[in-house]
């Protein structure tokens, strides 16, 4: 059974940094492209960057594009999602997700990680 | 890069058929094949319904289809169930190997 699992909860002030982390066990994480989507209160899914199996690559949407840092620790098996000059509209769940290799699609979900950027 | 366009809700009694459309641009959906569908009850991470416009995961019903034309994409749910009742997002991957959402459709079962 794939297991993904993140960091808890976090609050944060305005202008401030967000470092999300998302274990995976074995095989999911060595493997696998892993993708960050968030989800703001009642708001859709947004899909927010990828970072390829070896953790030598990583693409962002252009929204984030220069405010988002994904990184691989091999050795943990832990990717990190860096989220810089937060605003309050960064205000959601934060998911990992890792892609499922014989499908392509985003399989294995993380629990999920509510971040606030309140003052 | 915007949202694709679904549809804000569709309804329908149990036993009917719904169909949510997903329409983007040919840089995104009409210009792949992987586009995927993916089912999220409140307070739950989204779960893959379809992959590669109209494959069904392992454990997936299969009253839950897949299509594509030109720049839409489509999930169709026969014999819709009480439990079929969710938000559902469609995704694609898009240029500069990027990935899209849809902006969500709400499914009620009336």
């Known amino acids: 059974q794939v297991q993904v699992v993140q960091s808890g909860a976090e609050v944060k002030k305005p202008g401030a940094s967000l470092k999300v982390s998302c274990k995976a066990s074995?095989?999911?994480?060595?493997?696998?492209?892993i993708h960050w989507v968030r989800q703001a209160p009642g708001q859709g899914l947004e899909w927010m960057g990828i970072i390829y199996p070896s953790g030598d690559g990583t693409s962002s949407a252009p929204n984030f594009q220069g405010r988002v840092t994904m990184t691989k620790d091999m050795s943990t098996s832990t990717a990190y999602l860096e989220l810089y000059s937060l605003r309050s509209d960064d205000t959601a769940v934060y998911f990992c997700?890792?892609?499922?290799?014989?499908?392509?699609?985003?399989?294995?979900w993380g629990q999920g990680t509510l971040v606030v950027v309140s003052s | 890069q915007s949202a694709l366009t679904q549809p804000a809700s569709v309804s329908g009694p149990p036993g009917q058929s719904i169909t949510i459309s997903c329409t983007g641009t040919s840089s995104d959906v009409g210009n792949t094949d992987l586009v995927s569908w993916y089912q999220q009850h409140p307070g739950k991470a989204p779960k893959v319904m379809i992959y590669e416009v109209n494959k069904r995961p392992s454990g997936v019903s299969d009253r839950f289809s897949g299509s594509k034309s030109d720049n839409t994409a489509s999930l169709t749910i026969s014999g819709l169930q009480a439990e079929d009742e969710a938000d559902y997002y469609c995704?694609?991957?898009?240029?500069?190997?990027?990935?899209?959402f849809g902006s969500g459709t709400r499914v009620t079962v009336l």
């Open positions: 995704c694609s991957f898009a240029s500069g190997i990027t990935y899209v």
């Open positions: 074995g095989s999911t994480f060595t493997n696998n492209y």
């Open positions: 997700v890792s892609e499922s290799p014989a499908t392509g699609s985003l399989q294995y």
